[in-house]
């Protein structure tokens, strides 16, 4: 009975690590507003009070330090910004650098009188405790 039970979860384990493969996270973001966030960003549109508009809280210095703090494959988190910008930010892979945690993401974006753009970032844990962009 054991044994079964390991398989079935080693075929799940299986089934979610493929479909992680082949949806990125903007298919797994079910918040209406990230995706339409994603959409402008792939149908390269301007951010157009877009980000005004969104029920994200305000993202700070601290708040960014917990989520790179906290983050594993898979976390995800929706921002705005104190210059009127917003976000969504998924992690891609963590894995440890020379001082600590490092943190690779994709995030998707818009900015005020700018065009909405996706990118990867990647901050690695520096000998003072702060996340520096690599």
Known sequence: MQSSNRGRIHAVAMAAALAA???GGAARAQDPTVRELIRKVEANEQEGGFCASVP???STAESEH???ENAAVGTAE???FEGGQCSYTYVTQVYPGPS???VRYTWWACGPG????TGESLYCKSPSGEYERQ
């Not at 700018?114 to 753009?117: D, F, I, Q, S, V």
């Open 21 to 23: 493969l082949t949806t």
């Open 56 to 58: 994200w809280r305000i």
């Open 66 to 68: 917990l989520f790179l």
């Open 78 to 80: 929706a921002a705005r």
């Open 100 to 102: 600590g945690k490092c």
């Open 114 to 117: 700018k065009t909405c753009a």
